[in-house]
């Protein structure tokens, strides 16, 4: 066994086993380079849809938000109306009334978002500060939509069974006796209904409220969008 060792040639050992050791090291390197380069393409590719999505949200978040002001005008008019006891055409009334309970809810795409968090791709994104606002929004918008899956939608479910219940339908009839509409709602009962009057207060509230989840969203959305800028491209 002794003789076998001193006729071992160590150096070329050494050289072959130094071959091994830095090609196994090369490989390494370029493995980790290619998954780098690929993380960077995937990362810029989840940048550009995430802009994009958040870019239809914003348009969603301010219609959604002016829309519910508009609705709160409306209920306060209503409101002085049942108070000051002077009429008013009904459809002008009506017009109100439509406003007043307008129903929509906020569903904005996620799509980007969801696939990063399902797939384990959240690390690719290389901003820490976009990552926790990205956190972040979504934290609020689910809050946001049991708001509105869980209260506002029984409470508009609510609204509606009301209204169906305490509004009747008549023909407008013209002076030849031919209808000239098909249907009217008559609401001349409605604006003295104190029932009526307690659900207009009860739904200024909760679209109150509905407007500052959005509200609140929006300031989560604005931190994200300046986050979301051009990364550089991968070589």
Same mark, same amino acid.
């Given at each position: 066994?002794?003789?076998?060792?001193?006729?071992?040639?160590?150096?070329?050992?050494?050289?072959?086993?130094?071959?091994?050791?830095?090609?196994?090291?090369?490989?390494?390197?370029?493995?980790?380079?290619?998954?780098?380069?690929?993380?960077?393409?995937?990362?810029?590719?989840?940048?550009?849809?995430?802009?994009?999505?958040?870019?239809?949200?914003?348009?969603?978040?301010?219609?959604?938000?002016?829309?519910?002001?508009?609705?709160?005008?409306?209920?306060?008019?209503?409101?002085?109306?049942?108070? +000051?006891? /002077? *009429?008013?055409?009904?459809?002008? @009334?009506?017009? &109100?009334?439509?406003?007043?309970?307008?129903?929509?809810? !906020?569903?904005?795409?996620?799509?980007?978002?969801?696939?990063?968090?399902?797939?384990?791709?959240?690390?690719?994104?290389?901003?820490?500060?976009?990552?926790?606002?990205?956190?972040?929004?979504?934290?609020?918008?689910?809050?946001?939509?049991?708001?509105?899956?869980?209260?506002?939608?029984?409470?508009?479910?609510?609204?509606?069974?009301?209204?169906?219940?305490?509004?009747?339908?008549?023909?407008?009839?013209?002076?030849?006796?031919?209808?000239?509409?098909?249907?009217?709602?008559?609401?001349?009962?409605?604006? +003295?209904? /104190? *029932?009526?009057?307690?659900?207009? @207060?009860?739904? &200024?509230?909760?679209?109150?409220?509905?407007?500052?989840? !959005?509200?609140?969203?929006?300031?989560?959305?604005?931190?994200?969008?300046?986050?979301?800028?051009?990364?550089?491209?991968?070589?």
């Amino acid at each position: 066994m002794l003789t076998i060792l001193r006729k071992l040639d160590w150096k070329y050992v050494i050289a072959e086993t130094a071959i091994v050791a830095i090609g196994v090291v090369m490989a390494l390197t370029v493995d980790a380079w290619w998954q780098d380069r690929t993380d960077r393409v995937a990362e810029l590719a989840y940048l550009q849809n995430l802009r994009e999505e958040f870019t239809v949200t914003a348009l969603d978040l301010n219609e959604e938000i002016e829309s519910s002001v508009e609705s709160m005008v409306a209920i306060d008019e209503l409101l002085k109306l049942m108070t +000051s006891g /002077r *009429a008013e055409a009904p459809p002008e @009334v009506l017009k &109100r009334m439509e406003k007043a309970f307008e129903t929509s809810v !906020l569903r904005p795409v996620t799509a980007t978002y969801d696939d990063l968090v399902t797939s384990g791709n959240f690390g690719i994104l290389r901003n820490d500060p976009l990552r926790i606002a990205l956190a972040e929004w979504s934290a609020h918008l689910m809050i946001h939509r049991r708001l509105e899956d869980h209260i506002l939608f029984p409470h508009y479910l609510a609204t509606d069974d009301f209204l169906m219940r305490n509004t009747t339908v008549s023909e407008v009839l013209q002076a030849d006796r031919i209808p000239k509409a098909p249907f009217e709602m008559d609401v001349s009962e409605l604006l +003295s209904d /104190r *029932a009526f009057w307690n659900l207009l @207060v009860i739904r &200024r509230s909760w679209i109150q409220n509905r407007r500052v989840s !959005l509200e609140a969203l929006q300031h989560r959305h604005s931190l994200v969008i300046p986050l979301l800028g051009v990364q550089e491209q991968p070589h």
